[in-house]
């Protein structure tokens, strides 16, 4: 029977058998330690898939493996609220704050936060040749993201401005894009942290006297922002789930406006 080096957390020094009450003594450790549902979840699904697997090759009985699958995982109690920008407060958001380096660096990046969706450590790792035309549009190609899913993200046009202007005025033509800036407005290093990102949406949050506002709120605003079909949206942001997107945009079915409403057969005569 395999020996679960992954439960020693529950007690250091000591290895349980593996069986159904230890998963569950480790699903109360995950909860104790305030670890999101999420999280929680991710990590009980290796734990089934590994009683899966031990099953499967005789080192664990079917009774116990089935007994661990049981397990369940970490209820989720109600659903997070995102934030999301109007168009107005969108383009008070994205007003430059001023023609130095700085300014022009911030307001690019609140540019692709907006305009593509993009999460924060994908801004960061931006370089120069990600930047092509597919289809005669400008994108962002094979952009590796969360979970290691590719895509390839399009780029507005005002949004593709506000970066060649950063980077003409601060002559970066190859490497990483976004690069620090000094108090005397000079470039240095050769990047940015996602804790940058962090101070630069926080600074124009406060320009723009908008509350509690964080990156990943940008890119909540770009899915609602951009409208069109689901499929399109999820596209653009690179979630792996549907109902990912749908928590972006808050959707909500609304039965009073009804989409198939607009079918228009009433005049169609069924004979």
Known sequence: MPSTSLLRGIAPNRVFSF???????????????????????VRLAAVRRLAYEASDTGLLSPDLAAGIRRVKGAKRLGVRIGN?????????????????????RDRSILALLIGCGLRWAELVGLR???????????????LVGKGKHIRTVP???????????WTAAAAIADGTIFRGVSRLDKIWGDGITPKAIWHVVRAAAKRADIKNLAPHDLRRTCARLAGGELEQIQFLLGHASVQTTERY??????????VNDNLRLEDTSWG
């Open 84 to 104: 999301w920008l109007t168009i107005d407060q969108s383009k008070t958001l994205l007003g430059k704050p001023s023609d130095s380096l700085r300014g022009k």
């Open 128 to 142: 120069t040749g990600d930047f092509q035309i597919r289809e005669e549009h400008c994108v962002i190609a094979d």
């Open 249 to 258: 945009l808050g959707c909500k079915q609304r039965f009073s406006q009804a």
């Open 19 to 41: 069986n159904r009450t230890v998963v569950l003594r480790y699903r109360f450790f995950l909860e104790q330690k305030n670890l999101a549902p999420s999280t929680i979840n």
């Open 155 to 165: 780029v507005p046009l005002w949004a593709k401005h506000a970066v060649d202007e």
